[in-house]
């Protein structure tokens, strides 16, 4: 499995941006997708997941009403919405799939996840 990520950028504070990750190289279907945010620094963090066969989404509470998580099927694409950006929000962002059974437990742990695309980087100015 290939996963591209891509829509990452200089936003202002209050803005928006929508991450995208493309699948390619595999029809199998992920047991569960994930976004998780690196800082300079810092370590990999959660944002977001979704357990895929049930559609069912779980966010960090950082991203919590602010942050949304969707997927188109045709595209074997998923999105990133992300609203109400904070400078907090500055990092390299990274989509990951699993693609066996997982307990939701693990989902925001990133060694729970089979690959990884490149990252995007999404920088908040102040």
């Known amino acids: 499995v290939q996963l591209q990520a891509s829509g990452g950028g200089l936003v202002q504070a209050g803005g928006s941006l929508r991450l995208s990750c493309q699948a390619s190289?595999?029809?199998?279907?992920?047991?569960?997708i994930g976004w998780f945010r690196q800082a300079p620094g810092k370590e990999r963090v959660f944002v977001t997941a979704?357990?895929?066969?049930?559609?069912?989404?779980y966010y960090a509470d950082s991203a919590k009403g602010r942050f949304t998580l969707s997927r188109d099927d045709s595209k074997n694409t998923v999105y990133l919405q992300m609203n109400s950006l904070k400078p907090e929000d500055t990092a390299v962002y990274f989509c990951?799939?699993?693609?066996?059974?997982?307990?939701?437990?693990?989902?925001?742990?990133?060694?729970?996840?089979?690959?990884w695309g490149q990252g995007t980087q999404v920088t908040v100015s102040s």
């Open positions: 990951a799939f699993r693609t066996y059974y997982m307990s939701s437990a693990r989902y925001t742990r990133a060694s729970g996840y089979d690959y």
């Open positions: 979704m357990a895929w066969s049930e559609g069912s989404t």
């Open positions: 190289g595999s029809t199998v279907s992920p047991y569960v």
